[in-house]
């Protein structure tokens, strides 16, 4: 997979073996954002970002991946129970295309079904209440998408970056 940077030059976007890897559990009004070890075996829950215009959304991902130094972008795909693709996915897909293009770096897609709702059991067996919970859910999110990642013996399985 090839993308193009800013200027439309291609940049190569092989996935790298090694260095920090950002992972994302986008939403239309907020962003779940995680961050992996430099070996990519541990991820972290980093950051909840509740969106606020594009311009803004660039400025503040390219900060966090410029500061922990990212290599690559994991990005967790809404599919269907089915594993079709719908709208959601479609847009995941969009904005993970534009992140990796802005940032320079490659992307690879993670299906994120179940994500959210172990997210959410984990913090209800944590006895947190509703609102420090929403405080946490997105981020947890997006550590649960990037740790399965990580785990994987096969991280081109479906569903497949295009």
Known sequence: MTN???N???FEAEFPAEGRLLGLDYGTKRVGIAISTFEQNIASPLDNYNRLSLPQDQKHLLSIITEYRC??????????????EGQKAK?????GNWVSQFAEI???YWDERYS????????VNLNMSRNKRKAYLDKLAAQIILQS???SPNRNQIPESF
Do not use: C, N, Y
């Not at 290599?71 to 079709?84: A, E, I, N």
């Open 149 to 151: 990642f990580l785990d």
């Open 4 to 6: 193009t940077s800013e």
């Open 71 to 84: 290599k690559g972008l994991v990005v967790g795909l809404p599919v269907h129970m089915s594993g079709d």
């Open 8 to 10: 439309g030059q291609p």
């Open 116 to 123: 959210s709702a172990t997210a959410e059991e984990i913090l």
């Open 91 to 95: 847009e995941a897909r969009q904005f």
């Open 106 to 108: 490659p992307v690879r």
